[in-house]
């Protein structure tokens, strides 16, 4: 199963210094101001961030038939706002995927195929408007606390239960650091047991990125299909980079 049947968990992506005494023994009723505080100020993180990389390192747990295997991943991810992110998957095999306004498209090289999707359906789940709309608008879609048992005097952990039953994410965990409020591990789980780990580290945000990592490009002797599977023509595919280009 290729690490990028379970990406809708990561579009999720991405989205403070507390003294550590907070963290010893905090009462029940402060928990909930904490939690807020910690939203608010990794909020005011990421508002600031116009676009930033990131290194990757991808578990990914399955409990298919009665047996845990777990298979790694890693690469590099790309994202700026508004709405782009690109992943470059170095291990175990190379393949990228991107996402941009309207689109997005798996690109596995030792397949020579390009298998496009519609953005519109990615970004409209709750956990992918919370990455690219704000921290603070977790609330609206998940039951957010904080998981003191994970959480540590360097990084809070914050367990994310759907409002809304969804069997793609029975609970998701997001693990940040408290020194530089960015979001280091997302963790989620679904009602099949099936886990889902990524890890993000060396982040460097910059003022903006090349506009070519987010255009799609057909190498020579690729195929690409459609939602539906079915192969697009020549010219079909040099109106569709015209159409995003133009955008």
Not at 4 to 9: G, L, T
Not at 26 to 32: G, S, V
Not at 80 to 92: A, G, I, L, N, S
Not at 168 to 190: G, M, P, V, W
Request: charged share 20%; aromatic share 8%; glycine share 2%.
């Amino acid at each position: 199963m290729r690490a990028i049947k379970n990406f809708h968990i990561l579009c999720g992506l991405f989205l403070f210094l507390m003294p550590a005494s907070m963290w010893c023994g905090t009462a029940r009723a402060n928990q909930a101001a904490l939690l807020s505080e910690i939203l608010k100020k990794t909020e005011a993180n990421y508002q600031k961030i116009q676009a930033f990389t990131a290194n990757f390192h991808q578990s990914t747990t399955s409990s298919a038939a009665s047996t845990m295997t777990t298979t790694q991943a890693s690469g590099k991810l790309f994202y700026e706002k508004p709405r782009q992110m690109r992943w470059e998957y170095e291990k175990p095999e190379p393949q990228v995927f991107v996402a941009n306004h309207d689109l997005a498209w798996l690109y596995v090289p030792a397949d020579k195929q390009i298998s496009l999707f519609d953005a519109k359906t990615l970004f409209a789940s709750p956990l992918a408007q919370t990455f690219f709309d704000g921290m603070v608008e977790l609330k609206k879609h998940f039951q957010v606390s904080l998981d003191p048992k994970q959480s540590s005097k360097a990084t809070a952990v914050l367990r994310l239960v759907p409002k809304q039953e969804d069997p793609n994410i029975k609970a998701l965990f997001l693990r940040i650091d408290l020194q530089t409020y960015k979001i280091i591990t997302i963790e989620s789980h679904d009602a099949l047991g099936n886990a889902n780990r990524i890890m993000l580290d060396s982040q460097n945000s910059v003022p903006q990125l090349d506009r070519k990592l987010f255009e799609l490009d057909t190498p020579p002797g690729i195929t690409a299909t459609d939602m539906d599977g079915r192969e697009l023509s020549p010219a079909e595919i040099d109106n569709l980079k015209q159409k995003l280009q133009s955008k």
